[in-house]
């Protein structure tokens, strides 16, 4: 399994998945943002609550309790009348805990539904607006396609970007219908009533601030040291021009000539580091 992405295929190998197994009072545990639109099965309840073999723990998320996969070992256990029940507790944001319950989810014997899947890809876009389609329909369990097709219908509710992550970690620009690449153009760089083609060569202009956050709820980042070390490297950078520059005229003067210089090598290395992404995208 890769390390990159949380994985649900082996409950000893999920990123952030506590190993101990512990006895927590069932009457802490939140159900609330359930997964499924439809009740869960009573008939599949009351089989496990017959059962004698002791059930697999459940899996919650240790930041707010809420319940992450197992609602029919939860609801079985009530109707046995336990107090108590095993639980291993996910360590991570909300957002990452519910990419792993729609994981979890339809990984089971009784997985989520056509819209059960159809809903959650669209509660994950919202969470994560630069995962390509793929990407959100490797996690929902979905055709791709059929992803694509609920983030048009639902555009004003998803963040619009100009690049898309995919499942291979790569920012990609987005397509147009008709197959050229996305420009993104500002209507007040023109005079009113002219219209003014962007620049071919031209990046795409970013809210730095709106990325950084995007990004920190990305999974293949936040959870492993390499993304954590990068998120970082971004949060400690000044967020627009004006700031770097309120701050440069901050610097006391006997500090001017140490701090010119590791501006300067700072500059050079974040430009190696972009020219090796470029690199990378030209490669693609």
């Known amino acids: 399994m890769s390390e990159h992405r949380l994985n649900v295929d082996n409950d000893d190998t999920r990123v952030g998945v506590t190993d101990v197994v512990v006895e927590i009072p069932i009457e802490s545990i939140d159900i609330g943002g359930a997964l499924r639109v439809r009740a869960e099965d009573s008939a599949h309840t009351q089989v496990l609550a017959q059962t004698e073999t002791e059930l697999p723990p459940i899996l919650v998320h240790r930041g707010t309790m809420r319940l992450i996969d197992g609602a029919h070992r939860l609801q079985a256990a009530k109707l046995k009348g336990a107090r108590v029940i095993r639980v291993r507790f996910f360590d991570g944001t ?35 607006p630069l995962w390509s389609d793929r990407k959100v329909a490797e996690v929902a369990g979905l055709d791709h396609k059929t992803v694509g097709a609920v983030r048009r219908q639902s555009s004003g509710d998803v963040p619009q970007t ?68 990068l998120l970082r490297w971004l949060d400690a950078s000044p967020r627009t021009p004006t700031q770097s520059l309120d701050l440069a005229d901050r610097i006391p003067e006997h500090c001017l000539n140490l701090i010119h210089d590791m501006a300067r090598q700072n500059a050079a290395n974040w430009q190696d580091f972009a020219t090796r992404i470029g690199d990378r995208l030209q490669c693609k």
């Open 94 to 128: 909300e957002e990452e805990a519910f990419v792993l319950a729609v994981q979890a989810n339809i990984a089971h014997g009784l997985p989520l539904s056509v819209i059960d899947r159809k809903a959650a890809s669209l509660r994950i876009m919202r969470m994560y």
């Open 162 to 229: 100009g690049q898309r992550l995919g499942r291979d970690g790569r920012m990609r620009r987005v397509r147009r219908a008709d197959g050229n690449r996305q420009r993104r153009t500002d209507p007040c760089d023109s005079p009113a009533g002219t219209h003014r083609p962007a620049e071919p060569a031209a990046a795409p202009r970013v809210c730095p601030a709106s990325v950084l956050q995007s990004l920190r709820r990305d999974p293949s980042l936040r959870l492993t040291e390499t993304g954590r070390t």
